[in-house]
């Protein structure tokens, strides 16, 4: 593999889950290619394109590399809250 997305798909949100790239991969820059190409063609007919999360998921703290990369495709970054709800 050269490069790969994981896409979760609806009707209003295309959104990826994981990206990666092996060794050729990021000395030809696919996953860059793969992204733009995931944006400005194959799901440019949904309203939203999601990156998904740029945390780390042991500490909650902002991924600034990862996020700047995202941002490098035209992406912003949105705050969300997280609750928690307790069954008893």
């Known amino acids: 593999m050269v490069a790969g997305v994981l896409m979760y798909i609806s009707a209003m ?12 991969g990021r000395a030809v ?23 998904g999360t740029s945390i780390e998921p042991t500490t909650g703290a ?5 996020l700047a990369y995202k941002e490098d495709f035209g992406a912003r970054a949105v ?8 069954w008893t």
């Open 13 to 24: 949100v295309a959104r990826t889950q994981y990206m990666a790239s092996g060794e050729l």
């Open 29 to 51: 820059g696919a996953l860059d290619a793969l992204i733009d190409h995931l944006v400005h063609v194959a799901y440019m007919d949904r309203p939203y394109f999601d990156f």
């Open 62 to 66: 902002i991924n600034r590399g990862l």
């Open 79 to 86: 705050l969300c809250d997280t609750y928690t709800l307790e």
